[in-house]
């Protein structure tokens, strides 16, 4: 039983590995591209899974104990409460570590210089349009990848057929 709060670190140890691995993979993640984990498919799944197993040797090396993970996680959930705090009140911040959106289609224009630069091909992208309602973009005012890995669609405002504002007259 004391084996389960033997640290086989100092307990500063395990605090330390675990925010370098945090921010270790929130640079990894970020140079990745927004489209990394926007919509988890079983190969998103995977990943998560492998990178989570990997990571455990490298935050708690050979440590047994119940304690040394426990560190570790509570400082991983301190730094990222810091990031959240700190990207709610500094503008850069927030830029720096969740990005910012990009625009793949204005004026019912598409960019595709854009999508390719997001790995968005077109099939794709006509799915999320399709599951917006949207037959193609021409009706599209604005399409986004906003920094979580969604693509958000504007529509255009429908315009007016009638010349007149009031009722038809008899």
């Keep these: 039983m004391r084996e389960l709060f033997d640290l086989a670190l100092p307990w500063w140890m395990f605090a330390l590995r675990g925010v370098v691995v945090y921010l270790a993979v929130l640079?990894?993640?970020?140079?990745?591209?927004?489209?990394?984990?926007?919509?988890?498919?079983?190969?998103?799944?995977?990943?998560?899974?492998?990178?989570?197993?990997?990571?455990?040797?490298?935050?708690?090396?050979?440590?047994?104990?119940?304690?040394?993970?426990?560190?570790?996680?509570?400082?991983?959930?301190?730094?990222?409460?810091?990031?959240?705090?700190?990207?709610?009140?500094?503008?850069?911040?927030?830029?720096l570590v969740g990005g910012s959106p990009a625009v793949l289609a204005r004026r019912g224009r598409r960019d595709p210089a854009a999508l390719r630069r997001h790995d968005i091909g077109d099939?794709?992208?006509?799915?999320?349009?399709?599951?917006?309602?949207l037959e193609d973009e021409s009706t599209v005012l604005l399409a986004r990848l906003e920094p979580n890995g969604k693509i958000t669609l504007i529509r255009r405002a429908p315009r007016d057929t009638q010349t007149s504002t009031g009722p038809p007259r008899a």
């Design 123 to 133: 099939p794709e992208f006509e799915r999320e349009l399709h599951a917006a309602g």
């Design 27 to 95: 640079a990894m993640l970020r140079l990745s591209g927004k489209r990394s984990f926007g919509d988890l498919s079983p190969f998103n799944i995977v990943v998560l899974i492998v990178v989570g197993g990997s990571l455990r040797t490298a935050i708690v090396g050979k440590d047994a104990s119940l304690i040394g993970p426990l560190i570790a996680v509570a400082a991983i959930l301190l730094v990222n409460k810091a990031f959240g705090w700190l990207g709610a009140r500094w503008l850069a911040f927030n830029r």
